[in-house]
């Protein structure tokens, strides 16, 4: 993780670029304190409520200026071009896309520590964690995202491990992420791998069948940012991902991603 420059004071002003951050501080109880985030930051639905200034890639540069941060959150490298021009408004933290459960537990004791947060972001991250237990047993699954082009995670990647903490056992051999432009490359990859599930992460909320007709290898859907998201909502929607898997489903219903729970809501009660 790279910080730009030294905070001056803890932060109070908060603009958050990278959507599981925003979700995070929101469960430590720093929710108050975003005062912009990105569109794609609708995880509580309370964060819906900030001002919006930006996507996951671009951000509006003078409308952060007027927010006056005094820290900004972004996400490295996917938004690595940002981070000279915003570190002349604030100071930046880039947080790099994590590789693994301990880098996103780093991430998030970072962040709580800068905030003074410290033992609150200790305990999420705990709890989080926790929630990520053993609960199945499943041999090569393979995950293929659909963001306009199809990303494949590699063994190297914090959704691979993540299921891998679970017992849904990533499939071997993938050194470095895949960015396939077209079907036939993330074919030739299945044909390769030889998965006993893909998991297909659409681009929609909706289950899609005639999106995935070309995959002959069993199959289960989830809708958008459910896997792409590892935020705290992410151990709990990988538990509705083991319940469809177990009960036989081809679509995982009912993630945060479409009901975008809030604070109150009983989603988030493990984390209370």
Not at 13 to 30: D, W, Y
Not at 111 to 128: F, H, K, M, Q
């Given at each position: ?9 803890v ?23 975003i ?18 200034i ?79 237990k ?83 290898k ?33 679509f ?21």
């Open positions: 993780m790279l910080l730009t420059r030294a905070l001056d004071g932060p109070h002003r908060v603009v958050s670029l990278n959507p599981s951050i925003t979700e995070f501080l929101f469960l430590i109880g720093a929710g108050e304190r005062v912009g985030s990105d569109v794609w930051s609708y995880r509580p639905r309370e964060a819906m409520k900030t001002v919006k930006g996507s996951f890639t671009t951000a509006n540069i003078e409308a952060i200026k007027k927010l006056n941060p005094d820290l900004i959150i972004l996400s490295y490298p996917v938004q690595g071009r940002l981070v000279e021009p915003l570190s002349n408004i604030a100071p930046v933290l880039a947080i790099p896309m994590p590789v693994n459960l301990n880098a996103i537990v780093a991430s998030f004791e970072m962040v709580g520590e800068l905030l003074d947060l410290d033992e609150e972001a200790r305990r999420v991250a705990g709890i989080y964690m926790d929630l990520l053993h609960s199945i047993d499943l041999e090569r699954a393979l995950v293929v995202l659909s963001l306009g082009d199809y990303v494949i995670p590699c063994e190297a990647s914090y959704i691979a491990s993540a299921l891998d903490r679970v017992g849904i056992r990533y499939v071997k051999g993938l050194k470095c992420v895949e960015l396939i432009t077209n079907r036939d490359g993330v074919l030739s990859i299945i044909n390769k791998t030889d998965p006993q599930l893909v998991i297909y992460e659409s681009k929609t909320k909706e289950y899609r069948t005639q999106e995935t007709g070309w995959i002959s069993p199959l289960i859907h989830t809708p958008n940012d459910v896997l792409a998201h590892f935020g705290p909502s992410l151990p709990l929607d990988i538990q509705l991902l083991i319940n469809a898997i177990r009960n036989g489903e081809k995982v219903r009912d993630t945060s991603s479409v009901t975008r729970p809030s604070l109150g809501d009983p989603w988030y009660r493990p984390y209370s």
